[in-house]
């Protein structure tokens, strides 16, 4: 039977692509501090200024393409029963080719009900403008998980974890929760790894930590996995 392999990325996997992380610069995230941008607060005070914020992320992806690490966390499916569970709201991973994907903070390319975050649209490359409704005539907003929202793909991404045989973490500050949470549900016979070129702080025991880019890193621990 084929084992169980989790990938936990965050930021770090997109960086080689082009796509700035959160906490790695001056605390910036594309000259905009996370909390202006990142809120239903902030969407409520200024829909216009978040929503040509993630209009301009979604462009950004049309001239990013996957890297190095996307790509050989791909070759590990001939082997072994892979789901990517990604922080990240880019479609890098799936531009890859990885199937299983839970995208725990929600996906630029969709858009969703500002009255029913479960009523949710594909929109692809397209800007959202305040001319774009839902059926009931209510404004669309990014589908993106803010601060302080529910994380709705949060169980199955604890469900995928507990059954992990091997969890990969890539590239991710370990301090946003719940995310940073769900290596705690690997069982204690999981075979754990981290690839991050800076030591996070967080406790690392039994963890085989990789000081290395995700270009590199991925593509050590995908060799050692595929022997
Ligand atoms: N390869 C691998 N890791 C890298 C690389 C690289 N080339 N470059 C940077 N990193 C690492 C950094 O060292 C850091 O540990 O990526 C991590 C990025 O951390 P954050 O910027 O905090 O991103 P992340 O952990 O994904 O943030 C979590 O915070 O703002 C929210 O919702 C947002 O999903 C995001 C969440």
Redesign the pocket.
């Known amino acids: 039977m084929k084992k169980n392999i989790v990938v936990l990325t ?4 997109s ?2 692509s082009g796509i700035k ?4 610069s001056d605390g910036l ?1 594309e000259n905009y501090r ?1 909390e202006d941008v ?1 809120s239903w607060d902030s969407f409520q005070k200024d829909s216009e200024l978040v929503t040509k914020f993630y209009n301009a992320r979604r462009r950004q992806l049309t001239t990013c393409e996957p890297n190095e ?1 996307h790509k050989q966390l791909v070759r590990l499916e001939d082997k072994f029963n892979v789901t990517i569970v990604t ?3 880019d479609n890098l991973h799936e531009r890859a080719g990885s199937k299983n994907i839970i995208h ?2 929600g996906e630029l390319t969709k858009a969703c009900s500002v009255s029913d975050l479960t009523e949710v649209y594909d929109i692809g490359y397209h800007d959202i403008t305040p001319m774009d409704t839902d059926k009931n005539g209510e404004m669309l907003r990014p589908f993106i ?1 803010w ?1 302080g929202e529910n994380v709705p793909m949060l169980e199955p991404a604890i469900m995928e974890v507990q059954k992990a045989d091997i969890l990969i973490i ?7 929760y719940p ?1 940073a949470g769900l290596m705690h549900y690997a069982s204690k016979n999981c075979k754990k790894y981290l ?4 030591r ?1 702080n967080a406790d690392l025991n039994g963890i085989t930590f990789i000081q ?4 590199v ?1 991925v593509r050590q621990v995908v060799e050692e996995l595929l022997k």
């Open positions: 965050g930021a770090g996997i960086a080689e992380t959160f906490r790695d995230w996370i990142a690490g922080q990240n709201v725990l903070h998980v601060f890539i590239g991710t500050s370990l301090v946003v995310a690839i991050d070129p800076v996070p290395q880019k995700a270009s890193g």
